[in-house]
Antibody, heavy 122, light 108 residues
Framework: EVQLVQSGAEVKKPGESLKISCKGSGYSFTNYWIGWVRQMPGKGLEWMGIIYLGDSDTRYSPSFQGQVTISADKSISTAYLQWSSLKASDSAMYYC???????????????WGQGTMVTVSS | EIVLTQSPGTLSLSPGERVTLSCRASQSVSSSYLAWYQQKPGQAPRLLIYGASSRATGIPDRFSGSGSGTDFTLTISRLEPEDFAVYYCQQYGSSPFTFGPGTKVDIK
């Protein structure tokens, strides 16, 4: 079964760092792009950025460029989203997602992780 | 950046009704790279339609998509109880691959 499994919920304080993960299984991980999507409480979906696992080519939304870092370790089929200094406004659900076709950047997200809830509070 | 606008914001309908949801883009979406997703409370989004009109695997044929350029539509021919949810459009032709704000379909 093709699936993306994300790391568990996190509770952090403002200013702390955080790295959440998204592990793929059931398919050839390095042949696909993996994207990250934010959903703040009660709000809509926001596309943050995307990484190609084959060569780590990464694209960011201007809204998130410089605010987060997307990375990957293809040896363990895992993509990451990290913050160096969290703010309360980073509190949200974060989803990773994979397009249907391999190697295709311009594609809809067919496979989604279960989401990681990040809460930032003093 | 392409901005997507969805209308209406909320629809209150009864099971069995026909639904038409609109998604309008601020500029033309290349190659009809437009998708529709369904999201229920506490769940990840689910892909319904890609390429503006192609149903994703396992999606019932009561869901259909149409449109091109800047105007796109998702139609549910006959609402089932499990269809009450929020629906998002997304363009993936031009990075950043933006989402619309969503349309909530709830029970009248």
């Amino acid at each position: 079964e093709v699936q993306l499994v994300q790391s568990g919920a996190e509770v952090k304080k403002p200013g702390e760092s955080l790295k959440i993960s998204c592990k793929g299984s059931g398919y050839s991980f390095t042949n696909y792009w993996i994207g990250w999507v934010r959903q703040m409480p009660g709000k809509g979906l926001e596309w943050m950025g995307i990484i190609y696992l084959g060569d780590s080519d990464t694209r960011y939304s201007p809204s998130f460029q410089g605010q987060v870092t997307i990375s990957a370790d293809k040896s363990i089929s895992t993509a990451y989203l990290q913050w160096s200094s969290l703010k309360a406004s980073d509190s949200a659900m974060y989803y990773c997602a994979r397009p249907y076709y391999p190697s295709r950047l311009n594609d809809a997200f067919d496979i989604w992780g279960q989401g990681t809830m990040v809460t930032v509070s003093s | 950046e392409i901005v997507l606008t969805q209308s209406p914001g909320t629809l209150s309908l009864s099971p069995g009704e026909r639904v038409t949801l609109s998604c309008r883009a601020s500029q033309s979406v290349s190659s009809s790279y437009l998708a529709w997703y369904q999201q229920k409370p506490g769940q990840a989004p689910r892909l319904l339609i890609y390429g503006a009109s192609s149903r994703a695997t396992g999606i019932p044929d009561r869901f259909s998509g149409s449109g091109s350029g800047t105007d796109f539509t998702l139609t549910i021919s006959r609402l089932e109880p499990e269809d009450f949810a929020v629906y998002y459009c997304q363009q993936y032709g031009s990075s950043p691959f933006t989402f619309g704000p969503g349309t909530k379909v709830d029970i009248k």
